[in-house]
Nanobody, 121 residues
Framework: EVQLVESGGGLVQPGGSLRLSCAASGFTFTSYAMSWVRQAPGKGLEWVSAANSGDSNTGYRDSVKGRFTISRDNAKNALYLQMNSLKPDDTAVYFC??????????????WGKGTLVTVAS
């Protein structure tokens, strides 16, 4: 059974940092791209970042470029999102997702339950 469990969310002041983690199990982690997707209160889903498997290719939405860094630890079956210089607009539930193949543009077939990030003073 595929399981994706996020952690690391919380309340942080504007300009602060958080590191999200996703523990993956039930599939061969090294064979699939992984992504972070978020949903702000009252809004739709928004792709944030992704990392391919098998190469070092990563991607970010424009609004987080230079502030967020995605990484994966294949030995630990873990995905991370380092978020710096956080803004109130980053407030959202962040979901860890598994892609259908080794490249992130193949769609997501499994999602975690999400972790809430709140950026407020």
């Amino acid at each position: 059974e595929v399981q994706l469990v996020e952690s690391g969310g919380g309340l942080v002041q504007p300009g602060g940092s958080l590191r999200l983690s996703c523990a993956a199990s039930g599939f061969t982690f090294t064979s699939y791209a992984m992504s972070w997707v978020r949903q702000a209160p009252g809004k739709g889903l928004e792709w944030v970042s992704a990392a391919n498997s098998g190469d070092s290719n990563t991607g970010y939405r424009d609004s987080v470029k230079g502030r967020f860094t995605i990484s994966r630890d294949n030995a630990k079956n873990a995905l991370y999102l380092q978020m710096n210089s956080l803004k109130p607009d980053d407030t959202a539930v962040y979901f860890c997702t598994k892609s259908r193949a080794q490249w992130w543009n193949t769609g997501n077939d499994y999602w975690g339950k999400g972790t809430l990030v709140t950026v407020a003073s």
